[in-house]
């Protein structure tokens, strides 16, 4: 079965760091642009960032530029999010997908407080 | 970054058609943001429905359908069905960013 598996949320205070990872299966990522997906308690979706193929272009949403990371291991099949300086604001469950292909995992919870 | 417009709510009878929109805060939307719209149910991960403006999954039911319409990005419901009682997203591309809208809280009633 084709899914991707996030793990690494939990709980953080703020300022504090986590890194969540994002495994496929049955699934080649290298092959494809890949994204982080959030939704914060009782608000909507929100894109955080992509990341090209071959990891050589990247985006991300304003609010997390220059503390957010994204990264992808492709020999490994897995992507990445370096959370930095995290803030009450980033609490949120977070997606990893291939939106395009309509891939999505189950989201993981990471908790700032 | 641009900013994305849905309608908050809409609602529908069981049978009947309705239409959601998504517009940019930079003007028109083109074939060039290339319009995704997705489902999100309570305890679900979102579903992408439609992708590329009018492009469907092996899994998007046929009653839904993609567009552009009056310098937006619609999706149309043909033959509302209480399971399709969901929020609806959609997603355009600003040249590398991405940005959601606000979501459509899409009532079958």
């Known amino acids: 079965e084709v899914q991707l598996v996030e793990s690494g949320g939990g709980l953080v205070q703020p300022g504090g760091s986590l890194r969540l990872s994002c495994a496929a299966s049955?699934?080649?990522?290298?092959?494809?642009?890949m994204s982080w997906v959030r939704q914060a308690p009782g608000k909507g979706l929100e894109w955080v960032a992509n990341?090209?193929?071959?990891?050589?272009?990247?985006y991300y949403v304003d609010s997390v530029k220059g503390r957010f990371t994204i990264s992808r291991d492709n020999a490994k099949n897995s992507l990445f999010l370096q959370m930095n300086s995290l803030r009450v604001e980033d609490t949120a469950v977070y997606f990893c997908?291939?939106?395009?292909?309509?891939?999505w995992g189950q989201g993981t919870l990471v908790t700032v407080s | 970054q641009a900013v994305v417009t849905q309608e908050p709510s809409l609602t529908v009878s069981p049978g009947g058609t309705v239409t959601l929109t998504c517009g940019s805060s930079?003007?028109?939307?083109?074939?060039?943001?290339?319009p995704y719209w997705l489902q999100r149910k309570p305890g679900q991960a979102p579903r992408t429905l439609i992708y590329?403006?009018?492009n469907k999954h092996s899994w998007t039911p046929a009653r839904f359908t993609g567009s552009l319409l009056g310098g937006k990005a619609a999706l149309t419901l043909s033959g509302a069905q209480p399971e399709d009682e969901a929020e609806y997203y959609c997603?355009?591309?600003?040249?590398?960013?991405?940005?959601f809208g606000g979501g459509t809280k899409l009532t079958v009633l």
């Open positions: 997908a291939s939106v395009k292909l309509g891939i």
């Open positions: 049955e699934f080649t990522l290298s092959s494809f642009w």
């Open positions: 990341i090209k193929e071959d990891g050589s272009e990247y």
């Open positions: 930079t003007g028109v939307v083109t074939s060039g943001h290339y």
């Open positions: 590329d403006v009018t």
């Open positions: 997603l355009l591309y600003y040249s590398g960013p991405w940005v």
